[in-house]
């Protein structure tokens, strides 16, 4: 009626615009504090591996910020040549047994405490795990090492890996209890009328939707494990038992630090990390994002 009353009156009728919901202005704001946020991320990263090809002369006679004039790969045949390989297999062997006990122990508590039977028990096991969250590593220290060492496994790669499952074990239970509460209680109700075992719920239909929160655990205690430093150090002594945050150490002397021997270690150490979060970087971030939709 308008736009008749419009051309009547030799009025060219009005077009609203309609906003395009295709079409989203740009944040420009968030990509510049992106972007600033990117760069002073990646300084630390690009010093330390411009650092690891410079001489030790070359460390205190260069700029600190730009690359080596000579690189030399002398630092990383150095670090290849003092027990790398050594520190790398205690390091690998801790966290992987580290990971593989503490996911499949957190999956069955989990399991007891959202599908066991309600008693005051389960409840106060997990208030128990949840108040786990509270005790700092630091303060536990010196009742960890004694009774390491009155069980006789001081200086073992089990003295590290006990107590890494130990402190792995209570975000990981309530991580995963939270996961499998979102699962459908019919299906549950399902395996349980075809007359399947709490065993065979778990591996059959726990176990494969649980993948995600699964990845996400094992990926946050490995990446814990292999960066730990204060067990290592409390609970081992022998050099054939050093993992890689504790070999550092070899590389520093009395009056002074090989520096750029230091940083090649580094990121020798690192490279496994990278790795595991390129291969693993799917099943982390699904695991992280797993029931915001619900």
Not at 90 to 97: F, H, P, R, W, Y
Not at 108 to 117: D, F, N, P, Q
Not at 217 to 240: C, E, K, M, R
Request: glycine residues 6%; proline residues 6%.
């Amino acid at each position: 009626m308008m736009a008749t009353e419009a051309i009547v009156l030799g009025r060219r009728p009005s077009r609203r615009r309609t906003p395009s919901k295709g079409r989203q202005r740009p944040n420009i704001g968030a990509g510049i504090a992106a972007t600033l946020w990117l760069i002073f991320a990646m300084i630390p990263i690009y010093y330390v591996v411009i650092t690891s090809f410079k001489s030790q002369q070359g460390f205190f006679k260069e700029n600190a910020l730009l690359p080596s004039a000579s690189p030399t790969l002398d630092n990383y045949v150095l670090v290849l040549q003092n027990n790398f390989f050594v520190y790398f297999a205690n390091s690998v062997i801790v966290t992987l047994a580290t990971v593989l006990l503490s996911t499949v122990c957190a999956l069955m508590a989990a399991y007891a405490i959202v599908r066991g039977t309600r008693s005051r028990w389960l409840g106060r096991t997990f208030s128990l795990f949840l108040l786990g969250l509270a005790i700092p590593l630091q303060a536990v220290i010196i009742p960890v090492y004694l009774m390491i060492t009155r069980a006789g496994l001081y200086d073992s790669l089990i003295a590290l890996i006990l107590p890494s499952v130990a402190f792995a074990l209570p975000l990981s239970i309530i991580i995963l209890a939270n996961f499998l509460r979102d699962i459908p209680a019919e299906l549950y109700e399902a395996m349980r009328v075809d007359g399947a075992s709490d065993w065979r719920t778990l591996t059959t239909l726990v176990y494969p939707m649980a993948r995600p929160a699964l990845s996400t655990v094992a990926i946050y205690n490995g990446l814990n494990v292999w960066n730990g430093f204060i067990f290592a150090l409390v609970l081992t002594q022998s050099p054939d038992k050093r993992v890689l945050p504790l070999a550092l150490w070899t590389f520093q002397g009395e009056f002074t630090a090989n520096i750029p021997a230091v940083l090649a270690a580094v990121v020798l150490s690192t490279l496994p990390i990278v790795l595991l979060y390129i291969l693993g970087r799917r099943q982390l971030i699904a695991g992280l994002t797993a029931g915001v939709g619900k």
